[in-house]
């Protein structure tokens, strides 16, 4: 991508219709074109994503989109999103931009966060973070290590160029988050030690999607609890958890979903997700004409050779403890069948704070690595 020049008229246009939408969708496709890392992400889910009839968070978020136009030509994209519970939960007048992505010229990424601080300030915020696409329960942060790698599915990907042009407009550093890889074979003498101890109160079990509706609501009141202390926590509510849940059943299998129990009550859970990024590299984003169809029948005919780990949590009660670490190693051990069925030659954990030195032990305890780094930036808004 070519910087704009001096010479040349940028806009920063809002996203109004339909049309604009499918624009603000496609600049990513212009901007990492000749990016051998990028996976490029499915149109419809991505529309779905920010409609506010299909997305359950925009119950309680509203958000602005605007496009960055050279000669009409689409060179970057932001939005703006204000979050009614994290106001309600921090009281702290926070803001978030996100869908961050431009071409690398200084001028555009000023005017595009410009225009996002713009709105949120007339909305009365007083410091805006970021990105968030669109919360921090969705994809979070910029990427700024492990450029050479696809993303997995539902985690972003940057170009080297994002971090320092986000810092020259007066952002910050707010958290890093990581994601890190285990290989199939993952585990360690001190985690088998550990469930054997423990063997005779705990116990894991897959989903039962026969009571699927009533899982999901385990899962969820599980995950707000364990999470509830983290940082820039926002509970999922009930209609975003039960959609994450429709969105994933046909690409589940019941044990990649693994509860553990302590004397028969639900305690902790991981959930596991076929890398759907590796079905739909290559589509340019479309699938078209047959739909999801085309996906579940890639999914089928050749199984992704990676998995992700996006959910995962234990008690607050039990964290920090050996029956916490327990219950931990037992949902991780859970899966391991599936791992085998599909001869799964890697596996990502994603994302984990850097400061929660917690979970970072336990996977690093069993093999993990953390091969990539994202940043979360924030920034005061002045008056002006």
């Known amino acids: 991508m070519i910087p704009a020049s001096s010479a040349e008229t940028l806009r920063i246009d809002p996203v109004q219709s339909t049309a604009d939408l499918d624009e603000f969708i496609g600049v990513p496709g212009r901007i990492f074109a000749s990016d051998p890392a990028w996976v490029q992400p499915l149109h419809l889910e991505r529309r779905l994503h920010l409609s506010p009839r299909t997305n359950p968070y ?3 978020a509203r958000w602005q989109a605007w496009i960055a136009r050279v000669d009409k030509q689409p060179v970057g994209r932001i939005s703006a999103q204000i979050d009614s519970l994290h106001l309600e939960r921090y009281q702290d007048g926070t803001g978030f931009f996100g869908m961050l992505d431009a071409e690398d ?8 966060l410009e225009t996002a601080e713009a709105w ?11 990105p968030f696409n669109l919360s921090i329960n969705q994809e979070m942060g910029v990427l700024v290590e492990g450029f050479d790698t696809p ?16 810092e020259q407009c007066g952002y910050r550093k707010a958290a890093d988050a990581l994601a890190y890889v285990i290989g ?9 030690r550990l469930i054997e101890a423990t063997a005779g109160r705990l116990r894991a079990r897959p989903l039962d999607l026969g009571r699927f509706d009533s899982e999901i609501a385990t899962l969820r009141d599980i995950f707000n609890d364990a999470w509830a202390e983290n940082w820039g926590f926002v509970p999922f509510t009930a209609a975003e958890f039960e959609d994450l849940g429709r969105s994933f059943r046909h ?9 553990a129990e302590i004397d028969g009550v639900p305690a902790a859970f991981l959930a596991v997700l076929p890398n759907i ?29 990676t998995l992700r780990v996006p959910l995962m949590g234990v008690r607050r009660k039990y964290q920090r403890s050996r029956l916490g670490a327990a219950l931990a190693f037992l949902v991780i051990e859970g899966p391991r069948s599936a791992v085998r069925r599909h001869r799964i030659r890697e596996i990502e954990m994603s994302w984990i704070l850097e400061e929660n030195a917690g979970v970072r032990g336990i996977i690093e305890s069993i093999g993990g690595r953390a091969y990539k780094r994202y940043r979360v930036f924030e920034r005061d808004l002045d008056a002006g």
Do not use: C
């Open 277 to 305: 990024n590796e079905a739909i590299r290559g589509l340019g984003g479309r699938l078209l004409p047959f739909g999801w169809a085309r996906l579940l029948w890639r999914l089928k005919a050749r199984y992704p050779s």
């Open 58 to 60: 925009f119950q309680h």
């Open 105 to 112: 010229d200084p001028r555009t990424f000023t005017a595009l």
């Open 151 to 166: 993303p997995y599915f539902m985690m972003g990907h940057a170009k080297p160029y994002y971090a320092a042009r986000i």
């Open 251 to 259: 690409l589940i299998e019941p044990d990649m979903i693994q509860i």
């Open 120 to 130: 949120l300030r007339e909305q009365g915020m007083r410091r805006v973070r970021g």
């Open 184 to 192: 199939p074979d993952y585990g360690s003498e001190a985690m088998q």
